[in-house]
């Protein structure tokens, strides 16, 4: 592993973390929801997500994944289904316009921020793209880890960032007053990023 490969790695995650998809948009909508504690989650559990999917691809197992046209598929339709249930139930809120926003519990957040990756098998071919080049028969295992724990570290980083920017109270509270309308859009979001994904399939 030499310092050019890693500072590649780092700059291309960092650009993939950094662009706008629904994992900003349900790192947001929990974090307005819950506060900075499920913001956190959120950036954590998917954080783990991103890792896991760069182990996959490290170790080969994302090559049986891409291999097999089916399972792909199958990936990207649950991704949108969940992705367009998500944005239904924000769809779905009161037109009351004194009420909060529907409080997220820590476990809606660790699941929300796994699935919106685990469901996204496109990552799995971003990381095989990128690892190809700098990985090869020579690279050590060691190397391999410092490698799928940067992608990790980098955009776990990133999320918890957007979490602590988005949980000032001052921006909360003031996010929080307009809480319908801002589920409604996040529901929008996520719905138009679900059609994306099932228009592209079919």
Same mark, same amino acid.
């Given at each position: 592993?030499?310092? #050019? $490969?890693? /500072?590649?790695?780092? =700059? !291309?995650?960092? *650009?993939?973390?950094? @662009?706008p998809g629904p994992?900003?948009?349900?790192?947001?909508?929990?974090?307005?929801?819950?506060?900075?504690?499920?913001?956190?989650?959120?950036?954590?559990?998917?954080?783990?997500?991103?890792?896991?999917?760069?182990?996959?691809?490290?170790?080969?197992?994302?090559?049986?994944?891409?291999?097999?046209?089916?399972?792909?598929?199958?990936?990207?339709?649950?991704? #949108? $289904?969940? /992705?367009?249930?998500? =944005? !239904?139930?924000? *769809?779905?809120?009161? @037109?009351?316009?004194?009420?909060?926003?529907?409080?997220?519990?820590?476990?809606?957040?660790?699941?929300?921020?796994?699935?919106?990756?685990?469901?996204?098998?496109?990552?799995?071919?971003?990381?095989?793209?990128?690892?190809?080049?700098?990985?090869?028969?020579?690279?050590?295992?060691?190397?391999?880890?410092?490698?799928a724990s940067t992608?990790?570290?980098?955009?776990?980083?990133?999320?918890?960032?957007?979490?602590?920017?988005?949980?000032?109270?001052?921006?909360?509270?003031?996010?929080?007053?307009?809480?319908?309308?801002?589920?409604?859009?996040?529901?929008?979001?996520?719905?138009?990023?679900?059609?994306?994904?099932?228009?592209?399939?079919?």
């Amino acid at each position: 592993m030499t310092l #050019a $490969a890693w /500072l590649s790695i780092v =700059g !291309i995650c960092s *650009l993939g973390a950094i @662009s706008p998809g629904p994992s900003l948009a349900v790192v947001l909508k929990h974090t307005l929801n819950g506060g900075k504690r499920q913001g956190y989650i959120t950036a954590i559990t998917h954080g783990i997500g991103v890792g896991l999917y760069a182990i996959a691809c490290i170790s080969g197992l994302a090559f049986v994944l891409i291999a097999s046209e089916w399972a792909f598929t199958l990936l990207q339709w649950a991704g #949108a $289904a969940y /992705l367009a249930w998500m =944005g !239904i139930k924000g *769809l779905m809120s009161k @037109s009351n316009p004194n009420q909060k926003l529907e409080e997220v519990t820590a476990t809606q957040a660790a699941r929300d921020g796994f699935f919106i990756v685990f469901f996204n098998p496109k990552i799995a071919v971003f990381f095989i793209a990128l690892f190809s080049q700098v990985i090869g028969p020579e690279t050590t295992l060691v190397g391999k880890a410092v490698y799928a724990s940067t992608a990790m570290v980098i955009d776990m980083g990133w999320y918890l960032i957007v979490a602590w920017l988005f949980s000032n109270e001052r921006w909360l509270e003031k996010l929080q007053q307009k809480a319908t309308l801002l589920d409604r859009i996040f529901g929008v979001i996520l719905l138009l990023l679900a059609s994306k994904i099932a228009f592209s399939l079919s």
